[in-house]
């Protein structure tokens, strides 16, 4: 009993990393046996079924990443898609990883050795040996596959020589840390909310950019005439804890502006737009792109909410045309939308479609007028 009660205590430490995440340079390898996620549903049934339906479930096996990765197998894509590798496997092997079908999963995250990691001790623990990692409360340990670089060069190359250049590549714990938010909510508290009768547990369903309703709820659209001819489009991120679009570097966000009938008016496009690195190959340690612009919500900085302005030279009589916007995402760069073999309702989401007003100096505009 002394002992138990000794080893119980020493593995309630807290360790910094304890999970021993690397931002895609590694695979992990301290998963004890061959468990699977599936064996966590008997009791724990609520936060199964929430995972079973999240994008992080199908981290490995979406259609979007199955066709990048036959396009670029990189195995930096696969420490973090599929990141469980089995004892003695190796890196570059795709049949070494383990479940592969269940991507970043209960054991990716809770699971190493006998252990489960937790973020803070059950009160009664019963099942397991628990060892307490306040990191798993931060923001910073969603940064362990949420925060990186481009690599250095191409990427393409063994991957034990693969290294991380100095330009961002998915920046979005940074963009938090500069935010309004930062130091008030984090990334758990709007992608894990509380659930239960007693907001006992934080769910595990992982809402982001492929969740229509947690997307609907984040953007307002608005028009507005600021001189004769010319038309103000103002597109707000309501209580967005970092940049939009975030993460994905194809990823883009479309506001089309359009008639009675939906015909397209005008467009604007959002997103990080790269072109070529110049400076690579001559310089091996740059990446081979760059971003060569900006088009995004910014993170916001003195209030929940932030702005992205896009001004048409459009006069009142043609603003009138204007009835409807329409919001829709888009997860595939323009170059590849050319030779995908993939439908449009998996490349692309329609979020939402409303009535626009545009206000001018003597009144509306009502977009659901005739």
């Not at 340079?25 to 468990?35: A, D, E, F, M, V």
């Not at 995972?51 to 199908?58: A, F, L, N, P, T």
């Not at 670029?72 to 590798?85: G, K, Q, R, S």
């Not at 995402?329 to 626009?356: C, E, F």
Request: glycine residues 8%; hydrophobic residues 30%; proline residues 5%.
């Amino acid at each position: 009993m002394l002992f138990a009660i000794i080893s119980f205590s020493v593995l309630n430490c807290s360790e910094k990393n304890a999970h021993g995440f690397s931002k895609g340079l590694k695979p992990i390898t301290g998963i004890s046996g061959q468990q699977s996620s599936k064996e966590c549903q008997s009791c724990h049934k609520e936060i199964f079924k929430e995972w079973e339906g999240s994008r992080h479930k199908v981290a490995f096996a979406n259609d979007l990443y199955r066709e990048s990765h036959s396009r670029e197998p990189l195995t930096w894509c696969v420490n973090c898609h599929a990141p469980v590798m089995r004892a003695g496997g190796s890196p570059e092997n795709i049949s070494d990883r383990m479940f592969r079908d269940e991507g970043i999963s209960c054991i990716v995250c809770h699971q190493r050795g006998d252990l489960i990691l937790t973020s803070r001790i059950p009160k009664n623990p019963k099942t397991h040996i628990y060892k307490e990692v306040p990191e798993m409360k931060s923001g910073e340990f969603c940064g362990h596959c949420h925060q990186f670089n481009f690599p250095k060069g191409t990427g393409n190359v063994p991957h034990d020589k693969f290294q991380y250049s100095a330009q961002a590549m998915q920046n979005t714990l940074e963009e938090w840390k500069k935010s309004f938010f930062y130091g008030k909510e984090n990334c758990q508290d709007c992608h894990m909310e509380p659930a239960g009768s007693g907001r006992e547990y934080r769910t595990h369903n992982f809402p982001g950019g492929h969740d229509k309703n947690f997307l609907k709820k984040s953007f307002q659209v608005s028009g507005k005439m600021i001189n004769r001819n010319s038309l103000e489009i103002r597109i707000i991120g309501k209580n967005i804890g970092h940049a939009f679009p975030t993460g994905d570097l194809f990823r883009t966000l479309i506001v089309r502006l359009l008639d009675k009938q939906k015909n397209e008016i005008e467009k604007i496009i959002l997103r990080y737009d790269y072109t070529v690195n110049e400076k690579y190959p001559g310089d091996r340690n740059e990446p081979s792109k760059k971003i060569r612009k900006s088009n995004i919500i910014p993170a916001p900085v003195s209030r929940g909410e932030s702005e992205y302005v896009q001004i048409f030279k459009t006069g009142g009589e043609a603003a009138k045309k204007i009835k409807y916007y329409e919001l829709s995402i888009h997860y595939i760069g323009d170059s590849n939308k050319l030779w995908t073999a993939l439908p449009d309702s998996i490349t692309r989401m329609v979020i939402d479609v409303q009535p626009l007003e545009i206000e001018i100096s003597n009144g509306q505009i009502s977009g659901d007028s005739g």
